[in-house]
């Protein structure tokens, strides 16, 4: 059974940084995508994936050089480093992974997380 658990959701101030990490567990495939796409009320929106280790990495546009995405040597984990967060990056943010496909289209990926709350005051 796959198992996606996100932590180190919470509040900031604008300006601020978090890292949110994601355990995946009973995923055994070496070539899979993992990647966070964040909900804000019903839009459901990509913001990075990493496919295969590391060889290619996709962002969305909004990041504009302020997120960072990696993984463990293991593919067990994966993290996304957020700096300079502002408001409009309030969002619950979801670890995902699936096989094949690495875009940023949310319907392609097959195993979700539950999510870690993103807060960024002003």
């Known amino acids: 059974q796959v198992q996606l658990v996100e932590s180190g959701g919470g509040s900031v101030q604008a300006g601020g940084s978090l890292l949110l990490s994601c355990v995946v567990s009973g995923y055994t495939s070496t070539k899979k995508c993992m990647g966070w796409f964040r909900q804000k009320g019903n839009e459901r929106e990509g913001v990075a994936t990493i496919y295969n280790g590391g060889d290619r990495t996709a962002y969305a546009a909004f990041v504009k050089g302020r997120f960072t995405i990696s993984q463990d040597n293991a593919g067990n984990m994966v993290y996304l480093q957020m700096t300079r967060l502002t408001p409009e990056d309030t969002a619950m943010y979801y670890c995902?992974?699936?096989?094949?496909?690495?875009?940023?289209?949310?319907?392609?990926?097959?195993?979700w997380g539950h999510g870690a709350q993103v807060t960024v005051s002003s």
């Open positions: 995902v992974a699936t096989g094949g496909y690495c875009g940023l289209v949310p319907g392609y990926y097959t195993y």
